[in-house]
Nanobody, 125 residues
Framework: VQLEESGGGLMQAGGSLRLSCAAS????????LGWLRQAPGKEREFVAG????????GYAASVKGRFTISRDNAKSMVYLQMNSLQSEDTAVYYC???????????????????WGQGTQVTVSS
């Protein structure tokens, strides 16, 4: 499974960005997908996750109501719409895939088996 993120950049606080992740490889449409992030000097943390069929989603408390995860299995894409950005959202954002079908939505780093290289998001205050 290969994952490639795009859409990161520099944005002022209060603005919006949309991250995209192109997924390729065997059975990607059967896998849960997620976004996780790592800020400078901090551990990587869960941001949002989505089930294989897009029906179920989960969010970290810090982004709930501001970020929306979605996927398009026909295009093998997963997206993260980020609104009302805050300086605390500055981080490298990673797309990840989860192969364990017994987990509906992955909410921890350990749930994910494959990772992209990450895309930088910087929010200026």
């Amino acid at each position: 499974v290969q994952l490639e993120e795009s859409g990161g950049g520099l944005m002022q606080a209060g603005g919006s960005l949309r991250l995209s992740c192109a997924a390729s490889g065997r059975s990607v449409s059967d896998y849960g997908l997620g976004w996780l992030r790592q800020a400078p000097g901090k551990e990587r943390e869960f941001v949002a996750g989505i089930s294989w069929n897009g029906v179920s989603t989960g969010y970290a408390a810090s982004v709930k109501g501001r970020f929306t995860i979605s996927r398009d299995n026909a295009k093998s894409m997963v997206y993260l719409q980020m609104n009302s950005l805050q300086s605390e959202d500055t981080a490298v954002y990673y797309c990840a895939a989860m192969t364990d079908r017994s987990i509906v939505v992955g909410t921890t780093l350990e749930d994910y088996d494959y990772w992209g290289q990450g895309t930088q998001v910087t929010v200026s205050s």
